[in-house]
């Protein structure tokens, strides 16, 4: 079963992202967004919010369920 964006992410999904993406972000990353905040954490907050991290979450319950943003790519 596939779903396709809008869907919700657990707070542990949001964090995850948001902590993955500030890693690539303070590791010299480009940014997505024209922003002028500098700390990689709030940069990586205002992509997330934006809905502009391309990403893929496998969630395993019953049977495996994909969430993927397709409008990005």
């Not at 940014?31 to 500098?38: F, G, Q, W």
Request: proline share 5%; no cysteine; hydrophobic share 45%.
């Amino acid at each position: 079963m596939r779903k396709v964006f809008p869907f919700e992410y657990t707070k542990f999904e949001k964090a995850r992202i948001i902590g993955a993406r500030a890693l690539q972000i303070a590791m010299g990353a480009p940014v997505i967004i024209e922003t002028d905040k500098s700390n990689p954490l709030d940069v990586a907050k205002e992509e997330f919010e934006r809905g502009l991290i391309p990403i893929t979450v496998k969630r395993r319950r019953n049977a495996f369920v994909w969430l993927k943003r397709y409008d990005l790519f």
